[in-house]
């Protein structure tokens, strides 16, 4: 686990966001220690068109820690990107 850890932490994924021509919507836990709170705020800035969410009190695992906020959040996120590509 530790290894696997470390490879996401070395793994930046900015450049290739610009590749991405899809509507894209960012999702974290707010206390995500495997993908850091900046992280997290690099990939936004390096994507200031997709919205995002940080669920409260979440680390990395959501689908376990906080099913019911990751619904609603990806709810949310989805008609933010509804909205966009309507537009």
């Given at each position: 686990l530790r290894a696997?850890?470390?490879a996401v932490a070395a793994c930046d994924l900015r450049p290739a966001l610009a590749e991405v021509r899809a509507p894209l919507g960012l999702l974290g836990g707010e206390d995500d220690r495997v993908?850091?709170?900046g992280a997290a705020r690099a990939l936004a800035a390096a994507r200031p068109d997709a919205p995002t969410e940080t669920i409260a009190g979440c680390g990395h695992v959501p689908q376990l820690e906080r099913p019911r906020e990751l619904i609603a959040a990806l709810e949310r996120l989805l008609e933010r990107l509804d909205a966009i590509t309507d537009s």
């Open positions: 696997a850890t470390e993908v850091s709170t």
